[in-house]
């Protein structure tokens, strides 16, 4: 498995970039949705407070994932710095609305309340890393 480096995680995984997470829907087509995305003990993560999404169904079906970052930089050669990764997610129940909170902090600031008193625990995607590659500052 490659490895999440710590440069990696510290510029792309370290909000406020987006992640654009396709999971394979059961005709075998792509459906992509923006995410917050952070890292925790190698994995990339991501949190929702409802099982019902879209993706969380495709993934309880088909682990295979891949999910991009982009930086608002530019390369050299052009190409915006961006990182892809692909690997295998599994859905944790729990915990959902504290990576919320944490990624919360990253995205929006650091004084906000995000989701707020009385959500429900949510489910945390856990992404474990196949495959590395983009363009890096």
Known sequence: MPELTAQIVDTFLTGP??????TLNPDGSPHSTVVWVGAEDGEVVC????DGYR????????PRVSITVELPTIAPSGFQHHLVIEGRARLTEGGGAELLQRLAREYLGPDVVFPGPGAPDG?????????VRGVFP
């Open 47 to 50: 949190a929702h407070l409802s």
């Open 55 to 62: 993706k969380l169904r495709n993934v309880a079906r088909d």
């Open 123 to 131: 489910y945390v995607l856990r992404t474990t890393v196949d495959t």
């Open 17 to 22: 970039q987006l992640g654009h997470i396709t």
